[in-house]
């Protein structure tokens, strides 16, 4: 039988995002004096060691490595006999019907309706020369200086082609990352997924079936046994021109799979004027007419211009914002959201790496947090940056010198904010506090420093090449 937390308890995590009196003095003090006399590659790991709530703001098909689809997509055992092309000259074509975009990628089926003269623009993935093959990784990520925004949205999400709409790949990638985020302490995935997949024939996959693959993987015992909870959203694309009817559809698909889907969320570039927030207001009041209990993270402020769009989205009936950047500049909304009932995901990593916030120094993300705006910590791309959740929090550290009470505030957030079962999220609450009194004691004495020792953290490619963090092991499954 599952015991829940107290009513009176719950209430008072979800109602306060700040500290709490719970953790010892001495332990915040000593957290203090770590951060004063630790080398960054101990702090890091520190860090990778501490618990962590939930992941709340993921990208299902973008937090996959480079490395990690080269090797999926070229392993026939992984794809159940799927192969994969990847186009990498140029012929001129009569026939071109696409943009010519390198290292898009395809399936067989897709590869066999081409044109001879479509054909010999790509090679088979597995058969790419290594200088080709970094090529086509590098690809992937964001890792030149200059790449930003239009690479992301225009280029990156294109390349992957097929390989996002391959079940087999999903599901085993999805495996991997799940193993991966629980070494790094989370408990906790809240991921945007939609069951868009299509079978080695390029037919689509019916819902059904698809919600089945998830179903059916995340019952293995190798995923079981990461204790990782997963809820899904379902995202629809803000700026497409029937996104009003995909919207309903998305309501519609929710309330048929609550088991594990528990919310939407509308994604797409702001600076797309075709998906301002205020534009879907009549169709959410629709769907909240027929449809109940059914919760909204949305994408709003991420822009670097300043704006309302966090207010209006607020308005649709959001109670988590995803990113914010710009609600800085509305200070009625600020006041607002203080002390209240939505909370900000915030994105460090992704906003560096896509301009938004290119200097951390003047990231509104403290601002937030010291006036009480409830916030906490997210990957939302971790495969295209390269990153890692431990990255994020490291840049919170080091950027705007995090109190121990503060880090531990961010993780119960992430938890409380989440839209998983109730049930759920008590139980996930009480394992959280268990495990931070645990690292209290663990690094409250003298000798932390020979504690750390006996942790084995991995780095990311983007900790290793961004943050300097040479001197630890890296990721076995990113590229670098």
């Known amino acids: 039988m599952k015991l829940a937390l107290p009513s009176v308890l719950l209430f008072a ?23 004063k006399t630790a080398t960054k590659e101990q702090l890091y790991t520190l ?6 709530g939930g992941d709340l703001h993921n990208h299902f098909g973008l937090s996959n490595f480079a490395q990690s689809w080269y090797d999926a997509a070229t392993d026939l055992k992984r794809t159940h006999g799927n192969e994969f092309y990847t186009l990498t000259s140029f012929r001129n074509c009569p026939d071109a019907t696409s943009p010519l975009l390198r290292f898009k990628t395809i399936q067989r089926s897709t590869y066999f309706k081409l044109s001879e003269c479509g054909r010999s623009e790509y090679e088979p993935l597995e058969k790419l020369a290594p200088n080709v093959r970094r090529e086509w990784l590098s690809a992937m990520i964001l890792d030149r ?31 991997l990352n799940l193993k991966r985020y629980a070494g790094q302490g989370l408990r906790y995935l809240e991921t945007q997924a939609s069951p868009n997949f299509q079978d080695q024939d390029g037919n689509p996959i019916a819902s059904e079936r698809a919600v089945q693959f998830f179903r059916d993987r995340l019952s293995q015992p190798d995923v079981t046994a990461t204790g990782m909870n997963v809820r899904f959203l379902l995202t629809i694309l803000r ?7 995909n919207l309903r559809k998305a309501y519609d698909f929710v309330d048929g799979h609550r088991d594990l889907w528990v919310g939407i969320n509308m994604a ?7 998906g301002y927030a205020l534009r879907f207001l009549d169709t959410f009041r629709e769907m909240r007419r027929t449809h109940s209990d059914i919760q909204l993270s949305i994408h709003a402020g991420e822009k670097d211009s300043p704006g309302h769009e966090v207010r209006d989205t607020l308005l649709l ?16 909304t600020m006041l607002l959201m203080r002390n209240g009932k939505a909370l900000v995901e915030i994105n460090l990593v992704s906003n560096r790496l896509l301009e938004y916030t290119p200097d951390l120094a003047k990231h509104p993300f403290p601002e937030y947090l010291r006036t009480g705006i409830p916030v906490c910590l997210n ?74 020792k006996t942790v084995k953290p991995s780095t990311s490619g983007y900790a290793r090449q961004t943050l300097g963090l040479h001197l630890l092991p890296a990721a076995t499954n990113t590229q670098h």
């Open 239 to 245: 700026f497409a021109p029937n996104a009003e009817e």
């Open 268 to 274: 797409g570039r702001e600076d797309n004027d075709k």
């Open 13 to 35: 995590t979800i109602v306060s995002a700040q500290p709490s009196d719970r953790n010892t003095p001495s332990f915040a003090a000593g957290f203090e004096q770590i951060k």
């Open 379 to 452: 990957t939302d791309d971790p495969g295209v940056w390269n990153s890692d959740i431990v990255d994020d929090y490291y840049l919170a550290v080091t950027n705007y010198n995090l109190s121990w009470q503060e880090l531990v505030v961010l993780g119960r957030n992430s938890l409380t904010y989440s839209f998983a079962p109730q049930d759920v999220k008590q139980g996930m609450l009480a394992s959280y506090e268990r495990a931070v009194d645990m690292f209290e004691k663990k690094y409250g004495g003298q000798d932390w420093a020979a504690v750390l």
């Open 317 to 332: 009936g959001a109670t988590r914002i995803g990113h914010g950047v710009n609600l800085i500049t509305d200070p009625d």
């Open 145 to 175: 200086e200059g790449e930003g925004r239009d690479e992301f949205f225009e280029v990156i999400i294109k390349r992957l082609g097929d390989l996002l709409r391959d079940p087999y790949l999903a599901m085993d990638l999805m495996s």
């Open 47 to 52: 860090l990778y060691d501490l618990p962590k």
